[in-house]
T-cell receptor
Framework: EPEVTQTPSHQVTQMGQEVILRCVPISNHLYFYWYRQILGQKVEFLVSFYNNEISEKSEIFDDQFSVERPDGSNFTLKIRSTKLEDSAMYFC?????????????FGPGTRLTVL | KQEVTQIPAALSVPEGENLVLNCSFTDSAIYNLQWFRQDPGKGLTSLLLIQSSQREQTSGRLNASLDKSSGRSTLYIAASQPGDSATYLCAVPNYGGATNKLIFGTGTLLAVQP
């Protein structure tokens, strides 16, 4: 069964460093998302991406964040200068095009630890 | 603004019990509602998606119900097993939004005691 994959599973970085989190969505899906979950808190939306551009972003998604679909399969989230408060689990999700009723499929997540 | 809450926050039951997890949402205009399972430190596994036009959806020992007008959904787990221990999350897409981002509830941490 097709699934969303994410790499790495765990990333440890120093404050101020750049990190890139990678996702491979399900191949025939056209809507892509990043969510994050700070330990002990709700899963919260960061950004959505469709037709090679950002379609919606949250207040959290400031200038330090960017997303890219560099080729036909990968979807990346870049944090330019990490802060301690960026430590969280980051989830990628995708869904098919067309019906608004389609469910979102999530990857296993990347745990980001900023020291 | 849609808000999703779940009660109880934590639940402990002996193995074999049937149990109900609750999810409430403030805006009844929803497309669907998704239930997820999250094991500690792990990703989100989709359990059930129930469309706004449906009242129930079943998968194995799981049954989700939806009452849009009252802003509630329940997840019924029959004959619970220790392997069901996890956090259960519900989520609804943002109605009328550009991309149907999901709005998640606070989760219910379930522990099934052997």
């Amino acid at each position: 069964e097709p699934e969303v994959t994410q790499t790495p599973s765990h990333q440890v970085t120093q404050m101020g460093q750049e990190v890139i989190l990678r996702c491979v969505p399900i191949s025939n899906h056209l809507y892509f998302y990043w969510y994050r979950q700070i330990l002990g808190q709700k899963v919260e939306f960061l950004v959505s991406f469709y037709n090679n551009e950002i379609s919606e972003k949250s207040e959290i998604f400031d200038d330090q964040f960017s997303v890219e679909r560099p080729d036909g399969s990968n979807f990346t989230l870049k944090i330019r200068s990490t802060k301690l408060e960026d430590s969280a689990m980051y989830f990628c999700a995708s869904r098919p095009s067309g019906s608004i009723y389609n469910e979102q499929f999530f990857g296993p997540g990347t745990r980001l630890t900023v020291l | 603004k849609q808000e999703v809450t779940q009660i109880p926050a934590a639940l402990s039951v002996p193995e074999g019990e049937n149990l109900v997890l609750n999810c409430s949402f403030t805006d009844s205009a929803i497309y669907n509602l998704q239930w997820f399972r999250q094991d500690p430190g792990k990703g989100l596994t989709s359990l059930l998606l129930i469309q706004s036009s449906q009242r129930e959806q079943t998968s194995g020992r799981l049954n989700a119900s939806l009452d849009k007008s009252s802003g509630r959904s329940t997840l019924y787990i029959a004959a619970s097993q220790p392997g069901d221990s996890a956090t259960y999350l519900c989520a609804v897409p943002n109605y009328g939004g550009a991309t149907n981002k999901l709005i998640f509830g606070t989760g219910t941490l379930l522990a099934v005691q052997p």
